[in-house]
C-alpha cells in the first residue's frame, strides 16, 4: 500500500478507510447496490452496532478490541460516509483526503496525522467529529421535541381582541355539560327570560375597551422614528417566526439536516451545522424566520446522518406503520447465494435420477454465509454476534403482553 498504516495497533486506519473506498466504489458500480446485508445505505445498518452493549471506542488498540468487525471496518466506514457528505461536503472532503494520501504516502502515520490533515487541508474544525464518532461508544439520536409559531402583534386592540377570541374558541372548545343539555333540549333560563341580560351578556372579555385604545396610542407615541419604521417593516413583511426545540439522545453531535414542508406544499431543506450544539450539547431551540406558515418539519429524511430513531424525527409525530404477525417467528439471516446453489443442486440431483447432466458442477462448491461486502469474516462473524444478542434480548415468556394479545388475535379471527 501507497500510505503504510499500522494496521496491527490501529485496524481501522487501514480496514475502515479501505472499506469507506469500497463503498464509494460500489456506489459508482451500479445504484441501490446491496452494499451490506443487502441494504444500499450503510448508515442504516451501523445503528444496530452503534446502540449495543459491550462495545468499546474506534481508537482503541486492535488487540483490545470487542466486535472487531463492526468496530474496525463498518463504524469507521460509515463515519467518514458521514464527514463527507454531511458535515464537511463532497469538495472538501476529497481535497483534504487526498491530501492525506500526498503527505503520508511512503510512510507510517497515526491516527492524529490522520486527523490533523484533514483538519489543516480543509480548515474546517473536526475536533467535535473526532471525539464523538472515534473515541466514545454515543450514538445519533436526535429528537425534534417542539415546534411553537409565532408572528408579530400589531398592538391594535381592534385586531388583536379578534385574533385572541379566535385562538380562544380553538384552544378551550365548548364544555361538555353544555353540549348534553342542548342535545337533552334544555332551555337556558336566559333565553326564556329577557329581561335577566345584563352588562356581561353583551360584552365578553374580549371586547374593545376605552383603555385599551389608549394604551394603543401611548406604546405607538412611545417609539422612536427609527423604531416606528422597524415596527412597520415587521408588521408589513408578516413574518411567521417558528422555534424548534432540539434534543441530544444519543449523546453523539449532528448536523440537522431539515425538511420544511409548508401548507402551500413546497418543501425546503436546510442543513444546520453541528456548531449549533456548541453551547448546549443536549438540547438546542432553533429559530426560523419564514414568509409562509408551515405544515410540518421533519429531520434527517435522506438517512445522512446515522440516526438511530427516526419515530422522534418529525413534527407532528407521523404514526409508525408495520404488520403483526400471529405467530412466533424464527428468525433466519437469508443467505440468497446459498439458496440459489441448493435450487442448483436438487435440479442436479434430479436430472442425475433421470439420466440428464447440467452444467453446473457443484462438487467443490462450499456453502458459505454472505458475509458483508468488506471482506471480513471477524466482522460477519462479530455482526451476528449483535444479530443473536438483539434476539436474545426480546422476552419469550408465552406470558408476555405480546404472546397475549397474539392469542386473542387468533381467537376472534378463528371463529
Known amino acids: 500500500m501507497v500510505v503504510n498504516s499500522d494496521e496491527r495497533e490501529w485496524t481501522w486506519m487501514d480496514e475502515g478507510i479501505n472499506t469507506f473506498l469500497e463503498y464509494m466504489a ?10 451490506i446485508r443487502n441494504q ?17 471506542p474506534i481508537m482503541t488498540q486492535s488487540d483490545q478490541i470487542l466486535q472487531f468487525g463492526p468496530n474496525a471496518y463498518s463504524k469507521p466506514a460509515a463515519a467518514l460516509i458521514v464527514l463527507r457528505e454531511t458535515v464537511m461536503g463532497r469538495e472538501q472532503f476529497d481535497y483534504a483526503f487526498r491530501e492525506y494520501s500526498t503527505r503520508w504516502k511512503f510512510k507510517r502515520p ?70 348534553r343539555n342542548r342535545e337533552e333540549g334544555r332551555t337556558p333560563r336566559l333565553q326564556r ?50 422555534f424548534v426545540d432540539f434534543e441530544n439522545i444519543g449523546g453523539l453531535i449532528s448536523p440537522l439536516p431539515i425538511t420544511l414542508n409548508f401548507e402551500d406544499g413546497e418543501t425546503q431543506e436546510i442543513m444546520l451545522p453541528a456548531e449549533l450544539w456548541r453551547r448546549s450539547p443536549k438540547q438546542v431551540t432553533k429559530l426560523f424566520v419564514l414568509e409562509k406558515p408551515l405544515l410540518s418539519i421533519d429531520l434527517d429524511v435522506h438517512h445522512q446522518t446515522a440516526d438511530a430513531e427516526f419515530a422522534n424525527n418529525s413534527f407532528p409525530q407521523k404514526m409508525s406503520k408495520s404488520r403483526l404477525e400471529l405467530y412466533k417467528s424464527n428468525y433466519k439471516a437469508k443467505n440468497m447465494m446459498a439458496e440459489m446453489i441448493e435450487k442448483a443442486r436438487d435440479e442436479k440431483s434430479e436430472n442425475e435420477d433421470n439420466g440428464k447432466s447440467v452444467p453446473l458442477d457443484a462438487k467443490n462448491i462450499e456453502d458459505k454465509p454472505a458475509a458483508e461486502n468488506d471482506n471480513s469474516s471477524n466482522e460477519a462473524q462479530d455482526e451476528k454476534a449483535v444479530e443473536k444478542s438483539d434476539r436474545d434480548a426480546k422476552p419469550e415468556n408465552d406470558n408476555s403482553f405480546y404472546s397475549k394479545a397474539l392469542r386473542k388475535l387468533i381467537d376472534k379471527y378463528d371463529q
Request: hydrophobic share 30%.
Open 40 to 56: 444500499q445505505n450503510p448508515l442504516d445498518d451501523i445503528t444496530r452496532y452503534m446502540t449495543s452493549s459491550n462495545q468499546v
Open 110 to 179: 497515526t491516527p492524529a496525522d490522520f486527523f490533523r490533515t484533514m483538519e489543516d487541508a480543509s480548515a474546517v474544525d473536526l475536533d467535535w467529529f473526532w471525539q464523538g464518532w472515534f473515541f466514545s461508544t454515543d450514538h445519533v439520536d436526535i429528537a425534534l421535541t417542539d415546534v411553537r409559531e409565532y408572528q408579530i402583534s400589531t398592538k391594535d386592540p381592534e385586531i388583536e381582541k379578534d385574533i385572541e377570541r379566535q385562538d380562544d374558541i380553538a384552544q378551550r372548545p365548548e364544555n361538555i355539560t353544555q353540549i
Open 193 to 242: 327570560f329577557e329581561d335577566l341580560t345584563d352588562f356581561y351578556n353583551e360584552n365578553d372579555k374580549f371586547t374593545v375597551t376605552p383603555k385599551d385604545r389608549s394604551s394603543y396610542e401611548s406604546h405607538l407615541e412611545g417609539l422612536t422614528d427609527r423604531q416606528k419604521k422597524a415596527f412597520e417593516r415587521a408588521l408589513e413583511a408578516g413574518h411567521y417566526l417558528y
Open 26 to 35: 460500489e456506489y459508482e458500480w451500479e445504484e441501490n447496490f446491496p452494499i
